[in-house]
């Protein structure tokens, strides 16, 4: 799986929403899985997802445990 996989493949989230889901909600999920496949490569997230997630209510510390569970 390379770096790229991060951005192209649906992850863990997308795929639990599923179909089922509306478009909006799985395209918020997007940032989530960029941020959880990037930790879990051990490679930071950039600004964007970051930023993306704080916007969307997640604080730091939410965001540091989250990486800590992808591992």
């Avoid at 649906?10 to 496949?37: M, N, Q, T, W, Y």
């Avoid at 930790?39 to 965001?63: N, T």
């Amino acid at each position: 799986m390379g770096e790229a996989d991060c951005r192209t493949r649906p992850g863990f989230l997308s795929r639990v929403l599923g179909r089922k889901a509306h478009a909006h909600e799985r395209d918020a999920a997007a940032p989530l899985d960029v941020f959880i496949c990037r930790s879990r490569r051990g490679r930071p997230s950039p600004q964007a997802v970051v930023d993306a997630l704080l916007a969307d209510g997640f604080s730091k510390d939410q965001l540091a445990a989250i990486a800590l569970l992808a591992l």
